[in-house]
């Protein structure tokens, strides 16, 4: 049974959450914001990549081969180095795995790694957005290289045009957020992604968000699911 109190997830168990949803709905920010409510790690695929090649793993080291060579990373290397990080001491109680499992494969090798301990994952929280507004959201989007805050031209622009609020540095435009890219990525979404849905609904833990609603409403639609 789970329930929630002053902030905290108190449970008899340790509650794995999968974030699902095109890119740009929105996914990263719940999952930032549930990780902090409920005290359970966020964990992101990119993070887990930069930490393991900084700190020089094997696993790092052969994920940051491929990537030199413009590959992709196989999946065991992926899926090697997210089992290594959900066995540390911080995902005891449970954890929020942002940006993967990214396919069916990804999918069916996560719930086997988790069968094989007795465990699996609880809830997968997709988050509706129509891509016709993903396309306006990524293409207002923009990043300081610096220190890494987000900000939106129109939903959440920086005090000054451009510029940081929290460094001073300049902001850009991500390549993958120009139009032509956001096409291509919902493409991909479409193809290999989104079967995750149908996947999740399959295994009864699928909860579905209408991600179209101002973040703070997303976020406790969110918190009611759960």
């Given at each position: 049974?789970?329930?929630?109190?002053?902030?905290?997830?108190?449970?008899?168990?340790?509650?794995?959450?999968?974030?699902?949803?095109?890119?740009?709905?929105?996914?990263?920010?719940?999952?930032?914001?549930?990780?902090?409510?409920?005290?359970?790690?966020?964990?992101?695929?990119?993070?887990?990549?930069?930490?393991?090649?900084?700190?020089?793993?094997?696993?790092?080291?052969?994920?940051?081969?491929?990537?030199?060579?413009?590959?992709?990373?196989?999946?065991?290397?992926?899926i090697g180095m997210l089992k290594d990080r959900i066995h540390e001491?911080?995902?005891?109680?449970?954890?929020?795995?942002?940006?993967?499992?990214?396919?069916?494969?990804?999918?069916?090798?996560?719930?086997?790694?988790?069968?094989?301990?007795?465990?699996?994952?609880?809830?997968?929280?997709?988050?509706?957005?129509?891509?016709?507004?993903?396309?306006?959201?990524?293409?207002?989007?923009?990043?300081?290289?610096?220190?890494?805050?987000?900000?939106h031209v129109r939903y959440r622009a920086p005090k000054t045009e451009?510029?940081?609020?929290?460094?001073?540095?300049?902001?850009?435009?991500?390549?993958?957020?120009?139009?032509?890219?956001?096409?291509?990525?919902?493409?991909?979404?479409?193809?290999?992604?989104?079967?995750?849905?149908?996947?999740?609904?399959?295994?009864?833990?699928?909860?579905?968000?209408?991600?179209?609603?101002?973040?703070?409403?997303?976020?406790?639609?969110?918190?009611?699911?759960?």
């Amino acid at each position: 049974m789970l329930y929630i109190a002053m902030g905290t997830l108190a449970k008899e168990k340790a509650v794995k959450i999968v974030m699902l949803g095109a890119p740009g709905a929105g996914k990263g920010t719940q999952a930032k914001r549930i990780a902090d409510y409920y005290r359970i790690p966020h964990i992101s695929t990119g993070d887990i990549f930069r930490a393991n090649i900084k700190a020089g793993t094997p696993l790092g080291l052969e994920a940051k081969r491929y990537m030199d060579a413009g590959g992709l990373v196989p999946d065991e290397v992926t899926i090697g180095m997210l089992k290594d990080r959900i066995h540390e001491a911080d995902c005891g109680e449970g954890y929020v795995l942002d940006g993967f499992p990214r396919t069916i494969p990804q999918a069916e090798a996560l719930t086997e790694a988790l069968a094989a301990e007795g465990t699996k994952i609880d809830e997968a929280v997709d988050i509706e957005v129509p891509d016709e507004a993903i396309i306006d959201r990524m293409e207002g989007r923009r990043s300081c290289p610096n220190c890494g805050e987000s900000y939106h031209v129109r939903y959440r622009a920086p005090k000054t045009e451009n510029i940081c609020d929290v460094c001073g540095h300049a902001l850009v435009q991500r390549a993958d957020d120009k139009p032509e890219t956001v096409a291509a990525r919902l493409r991909v979404y479409h193809e290999q992604t989104k079967p995750l849905i149908d996947y999740y609904r399959g295994q009864g833990v699928l909860r579905e968000v209408d991600g179209t609603q101002e973040m703070g409403e997303v976020f406790e639609a969110i918190k009611a699911l759960l």
